[in-house]
């Protein structure tokens, strides 16, 4: 007897759509009461948990207690898939049709001006962090499928990668790749995704609670008092702040977010519709290859709307330059928005879409991969942090520590704890690095859907430990060369 819902107690007419709008508003009420949760109680204030992280976890114990009580399931399972598969693209499209944000940053420490690193270096170092995770991870694996679990794909191993690196809506897009795939089918289905989510689910862990001892650490070595006040008011926002002279007006004979909202709609519907004309060239051409493809194109479909909506950015540049457009439409303040709710959202359905007692014997890896890979990922970030980003290097490796074990928005809570007012450029850093990384990454994302592939293990670690080399290199090599020349 399968697990019930909402749906088999009462009528609720046309049954999904119901249970999507429950759902929708479920998680609307969680992320409410974990914003409540967190201003008014010391404990998840002080732990720099952000909300949606709480509210998604809030959500997995109350679904767990009522599953095992009552069992039946309070979430449409189908909903939470279909709000962190969509709202990720929708995330990522908002961010890409922002104008880029005017803004300089400067820092000066015994007078002395610190350059900002290179965004190429940035981006570098957070894809070598991604693919030393996934070489963790994968060895982990083989290790216990070799000793315990035989029937353990050790090319799943890889997701630690994206459950710390990139956080539940990535793991998730790669959980239903490989679903698709079967890769994971001795546990059951949809296995693989709760694989990711759990992973990622502990990577916000991590982010948290080694993230405070990291700064406390770091504060009582640099003694730095830790004590601000929580409550500070937020700034004034002025029409000066949200829109620049040429744009449209905030209200005309369409709101200006309304229109906002339709930008992202209309790019969103455009990449729908390329990947649907790509699936249906692949499968006509016959090539098993481009047919086997057509999951991955669907899972990362994120990285194609991001692609199509620089495009649009750029035609739309082009037009209000040749005069045929008189102002400019997408708004940088309210894309922002979009993007921050799009995230919020997805990662609190994402953490509620996880399934605890379906996981298994799975808690044996999952368990030993996030423990040992978060204890490496903080020596690595120390070790590059220390050669790269000289004179600001606390800083830096908070804020890519929190970055590459949940999301940039950790990084940017972690390292405003030691830098309040970000006057250094750990945070133009991050951000920069994480632009560039979108590039870099991309080989990556291609060897983590071919990685649990029968018969592919092997040419894809190889791959995955000379591309690592390659960026290691790239980001070492004037340490490198400096330190020979001091010798000689």
């Known amino acids: 007897m399968g697990t019930k819902t909402i749906g088999d107690f009462i009528n609720l007419g046309n049954e999904s759509l119901s249970i999507g709008v429950i759902t929708v508003c479920s998680i609307c009420t969680l992320m409410l009461i974990a914003n409540i949760i967190r201003r008014k109680i010391p404990l998840f204030r002080r732990s720099l948990m952000p909300t949606a992280v709480i509210a998604g976890l809030l959500g997995l114990f109350i679904k767990e207690i009522v599953l095992a009580v009552w069992g039946f399931n309070i979430f449409g399972t189908l909903a939470l898939s279909g709000i962190v598969y969509h709202l990720l693209p929708v995330g990522f499209i908002s961010l890409c049709l922002r104008e880029k944000d005017n803004y ?11 350059e900002n690193v290179a965004a190429a270096k940035s981006g570098a170092f957070i894809i070598a962090t991604y693919l030393m995770q996934g070489i ?11 000793v315990i679990m035989p029937e353990l794909n050790p090319g799943t191993g890889i997701m630690l990668a994206l459950g710390f ?13 490989w679903d698709a795939a079967r890769y994971m089918d001795a ?4 296995s693989a995704r709760n694989f990711g989510l759990t992973i990622a689910a502990i990577g916000f862990l991590w982010a948290s609670i080694p993230g405070i001892i990291l700064i406390n650490m770091i504060a009582k070595k640099r003694g730095i008092s830790l004590k601000r006040d929580e409550f500070e008011k937020s700034g004034d926002v002025n029409s000066y702040s949200i829109e620049s002279p040429d744009e449209i007006p905030l209200s005309e004979s369409i709101d200006k977010f309304s229109l906002q909202l339709c930008m992202v709609g209309g790019v969103y519907l455009l990449t ?5 004309l790509l699936e249906i060239l692949f499968r006509l051409s016959g090539v098993n290859f481009l047919v086997d493809l057509v999951p991955t194109i669907w899972g990362f479909i994120f990285m194609l709307g991001a692609l199509v909506a620089i495009c649009v950015k750029v035609i739309l540049r082009r037009l209000v330059k040749t005069g045929i457009m008189h102002r400019k439409y997408p708004n940088s ?8 709710a799009a995230f919020d959202i997805s990662i609190t359905a994402a953490l509620c879409l996880i399934s605890l007692t379906r996981l298994g014997t799975l808690w044996i890896p999952v368990l030993v991969v996030t423990t040992l890979g978060g204890f490496i990922t903080i020596f690595f970030i120390r070790f590059i942090c220390n050669r790269i980003y000289k004179d600001y290097e606390d800083e830096a490796f ?3 520590y929190g970055n590459c074990t949940g999301t940039i928005a950790n990084g940017m809570i972690l390292a405003r704890e030691i830098d309040k007012d970000f006057r250094t450029p750990a945070s133009d850093d991050l951000v920069k690095g994480g632009a560039a990384g979108i590039v870099l990454g991309v080989p990556m994302l291609f060897l983590i859907s071919q ?16 591309y690592f080399f390659i960026l290691l290199i790239y980001l070492l090599k004037d340490f490198i060369f400096k330190k020979k020349t001091r010798q000689k």
């Open 451 to 466: 990685a649990p592939r029968p018969g592919s293990l092997w040419w894809v670690a190889t791959a995955i430990v000379v």
């Open 104 to 114: 300089t940053q400067t820092f000066d420490k015994n007078k002395r001006k610190i």
């Open 333 to 340: 303040y309210m894309m922002n928005r979009i993007s921050g």
């Open 398 to 400: 908070l804020a890519f």
């Open 136 to 146: 963790v991870g994968i060895s982990i694996l083989m290790i216990i499928s070799r």
């Open 165 to 177: 690196g990139q956080g539940p809506q990535q793991a998730n897009a790669t959980g239903y790749i």
């Open 272 to 276: 729908i519709g390329i990947v649907i």
């Open 187 to 190: 546990w059951g289905a949809g």
